[in-house]
């Protein structure tokens, strides 16, 4: 089985801008999950999406946003970019139990 | 309020012992508990996880033991390779009765080295 792919892997947005990052999970994995990795902070939760409905969610702001399309695959948003937002973001798709597999991660870098 | 702790930011072994890198959690709510590896510019790589029913399970060279009394979680790897170096993190989850099981909460991550 083909494992959990991230798009872009690497982007340079400036601030004020606006990013779309996409996730297609594993074969039959329903649970996406999203994180954010930074020095500072390590590996944060941003939220679960489970049947295209967001399941749970973490302590982040409103700009950071997501959804996921019938077929499992999903997209998070972050508006107004901020330097801070400057991060690993990280996807992982479950098929149900609470082992999930991470992609590669996409490198977001805001200037 | 870090609830998922791993105190030793690295840990240095020789090539064939033992590795023991360690996890302390707070929320005695969490209900399953994961190892992950991982090495830099990737995503982590699932390694071991345990219920909170278990004390103990093993797979291959790696053994994950959790003391709920302590809430503390430890992983073995025996014998250390030098490919085993990387950043370890464990990682804790709440109950998926309850629709927890999506939400990872991760301790900030020991660096393994494992020299020859």
């Known amino acids: 089985k083909a494992g959990v792919t991230q798009t872009p892997r690497y982007l340079i947005k400036t601030r004020g801008q606006q990013v779309t990052l996409s996730c297609s999970p594993i074969?039959?994995?329903?649970?996406v999950s999203w994180y954010q990795q930074t020095p500072g902070q390590g590996l944060q939760f941003l939220f679960e999406y489970f049947s295209e409905t967001q399941r749970n969610k973490g302590n982040f702001p409103g700009r950071f946003s997501g959804r996921q399309f019938s077929n499992s695959r999903s997209e998070m948003n972050v508006s107004t970019l901020e330097l801070g937002d400057s991060a690993l973001y990280l996807c992982?798709?479950?098929?149900?139990?609470?082992?999930?597999?991470f992609g590669p991660g996409t490198r977001l870098t805001v200037t | 309020d870090q609830q998922v702790k791993q105190n030793s930011p690295s840990l240095s072994v020789q090539e064939g012992r033992i590795s023991i890198l360690n996890c302390d959690y707070t929320n005695s709510m969490f209900d399953y508990f994961l190892w992950y590896k991982k090495y830099p510019a990737e995503g982590p790589t699932f390694l071991i996880s345990i219920s909170s029913i278990k004390d103990k399970n093993e797979d291959g060279r790696f053994t994950v033991f959790l003391n709920k009394s302590a809430k503390h979680l430890s992983l073995h790897i025996v014998p250390s390779q030098p490919g085993d170096s990387a950043v370890y993190f464990c990682?804790?989850?709440?109950?998926?009765?309850?629709?927890?099981?999506?939400?990872?909460?991760f301790g900030q991550g020991t660096e393994l080295s494992v020299k020859p």
């Open positions: 992982a798709s479950s098929n149900g139990r609470t082992e999930q597999y």
């Open positions: 074969s039959g994995h329903r649970s």
């Open positions: 990682a804790a989850s709440g109950n998926m009765i309850y629709n927890q099981g999506g939400k990872l909460i």
